[in-house]
C-alpha cells in the first residue's frame, strides 16, 4: 500500500475488514485512521487526497491486520466510552458495555429518590475498567465509592481512569473477592458480574471469547456462580434501607429472584414492565465526540451474547421513598426479553 492516500487506503482497509467478518469495516477503518493520525472523522473524508508517509502505512498496516484478525477495537484503540466519559481499556478488563450505562442510570435514578441520613456509601462490585464507579462518582459528587475486584490488573486499570476524570480521591479500589473488601455497609451495591452460562461459551463470537478476559464473562454452569454468591453475601454488608443492584442475562430473572428470597428472607416481588412502555431514565449530558464514535456516530453495539441492546422501562420507585426498605433489582439485558424484577424486604 505504499504510497496512498487516505482515500484509497480507506477503501482497500474497508474491504479486508469486510472479508474478515467485521459488522461495520467502513467506520471501523475510519476509526483506526483517526485515532492513528489524529484526524477527526470529517477531515479524513475532507482531505481524501492526503499521501500517506511510508511510516504511517506500516503503522496503519498492523493495526489493520489486528482488527481483521478480530480483535475488538476498543483494545487497539486503547478507549471505549461509556456513559458521555472516555475509559483506558486493554485486555486486562471487560469492554465496557452500552447496556450496562443502565445500570448507572438506575442507580442515579435510586440515589435522587432516596434521601440517606448520611453521607452516601456505594461499593461497585467487580469493577473491572472501573466504568460504573467513575461514571456514578462522576455525577455524585458527595458520595464515597467502593470499588473491589479481584484482578489486581483490572484495578490498575480502574485507578488511571478514575484519575483521568479527577474523582481518585472520592473511589478507594480495593483488592478481593466481591464484597469482602469492604470496610462497611453500604447505602448502595452495584454489580456487573459475570453471567455467561458455561454451556454458551462456543456460543459467543470470536471477539468477546477469544480476547475479553474470560473471569468477566464466565459465570460457572448456569451463569450465576457468582451472583449467588454475592446475594448471599449482600445482607450483612447493606445498611439498613440499602439496595443492591445488579445486571443478569436474559431468562436468569427467576432463578436469581429465588437466590435474592433465599438470602433476604422473603418478602414482596414486582416484576417491571416490558421494554419500551415506560419513559427513559436520567440521561447523561451529551457527551463530546470520541474516539469511538467519531463526530457523534455511536461505536458498533456489542455482538448478540453478553448483552446486546439496552433494557427500557422504570421500576416502581415512588418519589421521595425514604432509605427505610432493603430492596434488590435484577436486570435481564438482552433486547426483547428483558425484564426488571424488584425484590423488596
Not at 480495593?174 to 452495584?190: A, C, E, F, K, R
Not at 442475562?249 to 421494554?275: C, D, H, L, N
Request: hydrophobic share 45%.
Amino acid at each position: 500500500m505504499a504510497g496512498v492516500c487516505i482515500g484509497d487506503w480507506l477503501g482497500e482497509a474497508t474491504e479486508r475488514l469486510a472479508v474478515a467478518g467485521v459488522d461495520e469495516p467502513r467506520l471501523d477503518a475510519e476509526l483506526l485512521l483517526s485515532h492513528h493520525l489524529g484526524l477527526t472523522r470529517v477531515a479524513l473524508v475532507a482531505h481524501p487526497d492526503r499521501l500517506l508517509a511510508p511510516a504511517e502505512i506500516a503503522s496503519l498496516t498492523a493495526l489493520l491486520a489486528r482488527r481483521a484478525g478480530r480483535e475488538p477495537l476498543p483494545y487497539i484503540l486503547g478507549t471505549r466510552e461509556f456513559f458521555g466519559l472516555h475509559f483506558a481499556v486493554d485486555p486486562r478488563v471487560l469492554i465496557p458495555r452500552p447496556e450496562t450505562e443502565l445500570l448507572v442510570e438506575r442507580a442515579l435514578l435510586l440515589v435522587s429518590r432516596r434521601q440517606p441520613s448520611q453521607p452516601l456509601r456505594i461499593a461497585d462490585v467487580g469493577t473491572g475498567s472501573g466504568c460504573i464507579a467513575v461514571a456514578l462518582a462522576t455525577h455524585l459528587p458527595n458520595a464515597n465509592i467502593y470499588a473491589t475486584d479481584v484482578s489486581a490488573g483490572a484495578l490498575a486499570v480502574a485507578q488511571k481512569n478514575a484519575a483521568t476524570h479527577g474523582v481518585e480521591s472520592r473511589v478507594r479500589f480495593l483488592l478481593g473477592d466481591l464484597l469482602s473488601p469492604l470496610p462497611q455497609p453500604m447505602h448502595l451495591i452495584v454489580a456487573n458480574l459475570p453471567y455467561v452460562a458455561r454451556q454458551e461459551w462456543d456460543m459467543l463470537s470470536s471477539e468477546v471469547g477469544y480476547y475479553e478476559p474470560r473471569p468477566a464473562l464466565d459465570g460457572g454452569p448456569d451463569g450465576l456462580d457468582l451472583v449467588r454468591r454475592l446475594l448471599a453475601q449482600a445482607p450483612a454488608y447493606l445498611l439498613p434501607g440499602g439496595a443492591l443492584l445488579l445486571e443478569i442475562g436474559a431468562g436468569q430473572g427467576e432463578a436469581v429472584k429465588e437466590s435474592a428470597f433465599a438470602a433476604f428472607g422473603g418478602g414482596a416481588t414486582r416484576a417491571g414492565m416490558p421494554i419500551g412502555s415506560q419513559p427513559q431514565l436520567y440521561r447523561p449530558p451529551s457527551p463530546q465526540p470520541s474516539p469511538l464514535r467519531g463526530e457523534g456516530v455511536r461505536a458498533p453495539q456489542p455482538s448478540p451474547r453478553r448483552g446486546e441492546g439496552r433494557v427500557r422501562g422504570e421500576p416502581t420507585l415512588p418519589v421521595g421513598r425514604s432509605w427505610k426498605y432493603p430492596s434488590v433489582m435484577l436486570f435481564a439485558d438482552l433486547a426483547g426479553h428483558a425484564r426488571i424484577v424488584q425484590v423488596s424486604t
